[in-house]
């Protein structure tokens, strides 16, 4: 079974700083998905960035990017710019591909909670 | 403009007491999943589903009941609610094109306190 570790149970920023959040994952798959979620204080879950196991270009999104690393099994996610609206809980996740057999869904991180200070 | 819409929002239970939280998806989405926040421990899978009639067991599956009798509904059933189950739940949905590849889009949770 895939497991997925986020090290860091809070953070903190400075606004308009730049903060990295890290993830590891455990897989003996070499296909597969990594997603970044946040999770403000209204409780809803919204997918941030993606990448995808098999491109090594990494993703970014606007003011968010990743650093994958496949071979250490590391899936960092960096925001540059921070603001306010950053704020909140941050979940590394991984998705195989192959369905069922409880490979099935999204195996998430303890999440990081993330601190913008103005 | 809905996705995800689960129902009720906030439930209070006594010990023993069931209750049935809803989930309704209007993207056509095959999969359907619920899962349970607790505070320092993520998101884990309780039960899913690739279509309808078919479901599956995740992570945590003691102590619930799933049905997928429609396409677009995800029912999660707690028979006899004890403390423990107290949580925020989370319901899911992705599609499939031949490979399990999207996000999963969610629900707005339901916070569940048993006393």
């Known amino acids: 079974a895939q497991t997925v570790t986020q090290s860091q149970p809070e953070m903190s920023v400075q606004e308009a700083e730049t903060v990295t959040l890290s993830c590891t994952y455990d897989?003996?798959?070499?296909?597969?998905?990594l997603f970044w979620y946040k999770q403000p204080p209204s409780r809803q879950m919204i997918l941030v960035i993606r990448q995808e196991a098999y491109k090594q270009q990494n993703a970014t999104e606007n003011r968010f990017s990743v650093n994958f690393q496949k071979a250490a099994k590391s899936f960092s996610l960096k925001i540059s710019d921070s603001q306010l609206g950053d704020a909140a809980m941050y979940f590394c996740?991984?998705?195989?591909?192959?369905?069922?057999?409880?490979?099935?869904?999204?195996?998430f991180g303890k999440g990081t909670h993330l601190i913008i200070q103005p | 403009n809905a996705g995800v819409t689960q129902t009720p929002k906030f439930r209070v239970l006594k010990t023993g007491q069931s209750m049935t939280l809803l989930c309704a998806q209007d993207?056509?989405?095959?999969?359907m999943y619920w899962y349970r926040q607790d505070p320092g421990m993520g998101l884990r899978l309780i039960h899913y589903?690739?279509?309808?009639?078919?479901?599956a067991k995740g992570e945590v599956p003691d102590g619930y009941n799933v049905s997928r009798l429609k396409k677009q509904n995800f029912l999660l059933g707690l028979e006899s609610a004890a403390p423990s189950q107290t949580s925020v739940y989370f319901c899911?949905?992705?599609?499939?094109?031949?490979?399990?590849?999207?996000?999963?889009?969610f629900g707005e949770g339901s916070r569940l306190t048993v006393l």
């Open positions: 996740a991984y998705r195989s591909p192959y369905s069922g057999g409880g490979a099935d869904g999204l195996t």
């Open positions: 899911a949905s992705s599609a499939y094109s031949g490979r399990v590849t999207g996000e999963l889009f």
């Open positions: 993207m056509n989405h095959e999969y």
């Open positions: 589903s690739v279509g309808e009639g078919t479901t």
């Open positions: 897989t003996s798959e070499s296909d597969y998905y």
